[in-house]
């Protein structure tokens, strides 16, 4: 991929977010796996198993994806090699979610500071999987700043790492596999083994991702707010802590960062998951430390533009 579509993908992001009136193919994604859940659990996984169904389902989401947009990219250069370079831009524009992910969280700072807590629990419910109806004010604050710690990876780090690796279809098939799990990788009764396939390529394909993150906030934290070393501290001592081999990462980072402690027991679908604490709790969970989390996810994201342009050029020998 051109670093110069890369950029303008990554400004489009950062100027236009996710309008709902814009067609998305990360919605498509979502929709194809309602879909084909529904007719394996119907027809497929009394035979076979909830298992090997949850692997048929990822397997032909990712495939799918990575095919579908291959042959996409493909039929704009047949059309013309300009509409083929607007694709991929398009494509490129709507895996980033830096812009949309920033306002999300900064929706639910401005509720609490109108001291508005159920307005601010409805807008969190949009952006976390977890239970958020019960959630006091300092829970509230935690879950934001652990959604947007954790999707600066999923959701800047890791397109753009794919996108410069292989580009729009390798990107979208990162998203694929992401999608599923935000889906149906959950450990609940009804996902434990249905959704055992998705959550293991998740934790495959974020791997590297959620490292470079992590140090990539590391970086942003002593540049912004000449926290660096305790970020640092804080995400060596806490990130391998998280039941996720990823998600603690960059949790731990922006715990480190913030002086706050994230994590702890959340609620999903009615059950109860003991999370272990990250950081130190110097400070008390505030809507400004929702702001600084922002701050340090769009930090992170330019970094992460700026390396993936330095890696592009140089392997097209630009520089």
């Known amino acids: 991929m051109h670093p110069v579509y890369l950029t303008m993908a990554f400004g489009l992001d950062l100027l236009l977010g996710d309008p709902l009136w814009l067609p998305h193919p990360v919605r498509w994604i979502g929709k194809g796996i309602s879909t084909f859940e529904k007719i394996l659990r119907r027809r497929v996984m009394p035979q076979i198993g909830e298992k090997l169904s949850g692997s048929v389902?990822?397997?032909?989401?990712?495939?799918?994806?990575?095919?579908?947009?291959?042959?996409?990219?493909a039929f704009g250069q047949f059309i013309h090699p300009r509409f083929e370079v607007v694709l991929m831009i398009y494509f490129s524009y709507t895996i980033l979610a830096t812009r949309s992910l920033g306002d999300a969280a900064a929706g639910v700072k401005e509720a609490l500071q109108n001291a508005a807590l159920p307005l601010a629990r409805k807008r969190?419910?949009?952006?976390?999987?977890?239970?958020?109806?019960?959630?006091?004010?300092k829970a509230v604050i935690r879950a934001t700043i652990e959604t947007v710690a954790e999707?600066?990876?999923d959701g800047i780090v890791a397109p753009l790492f794919y996108l410069s690796l292989g580009g729009p279809a390798l990107a979208m098939a990162y998203k694929a596999v992401n999608t599923l799990d935000?889906?149906?990788?959950?450990?609940?009764?009804?996902?434990?083994?249905?959704?055992?396939?998705s959550a293991k390529c998740d934790d495959g394909v974020n791997y590297f991702p959620a490292r470079i993150t992590g140090f990539?906030?590391?970086?942003?934290a002593s540049i912004q707010?000449?926290?660096?070393?305790?970020s640092l501290k804080t995400l060596l001592r806490d990130g391998h802590k998280h039941d996720s081999p990823n998600a603690g990462i960059p949790e731990a980072a922006t715990a480190g960062v913030l002086g706050i402690q994230l994590g702890g027991p959340s609620v999903y679908k009615g059950i109860v998951k003991e999370k272990p604490w990250l950081g130190d709790g110097a400070e008390k969970p505030e809507p400004r430390h929702i702001q600084d989390s922002i701050r340090l996810m769009r930090s992170t994201a330019i970094l992460m533009w700026l390396l993936s342009i330095l890696g592009l050029s140089l392997s097209r020998g630009v520089l």
Do not use: K
Request: glycine share 6%.
């Open 124 to 137: 969190l419910s949009h952006i976390v999987s977890r239970d958020t109806e019960n959630l006091s004010e």
């Open 216 to 220: 990539l906030m590391c970086l942003a």
């Open 225 to 230: 707010f000449r926290r660096g070393r305790r």
């Open 182 to 197: 935000s889906m149906v990788g959950y450990r609940t009764p009804q996902y434990r083994d249905f959704g055992w396939a």
């Open 151 to 153: 999707n600066t990876s």
């Open 57 to 73: 389902l990822t397997a032909m989401i990712v495939s799918a994806t990575l095919g579908l947009t291959w042959c996409i990219m």
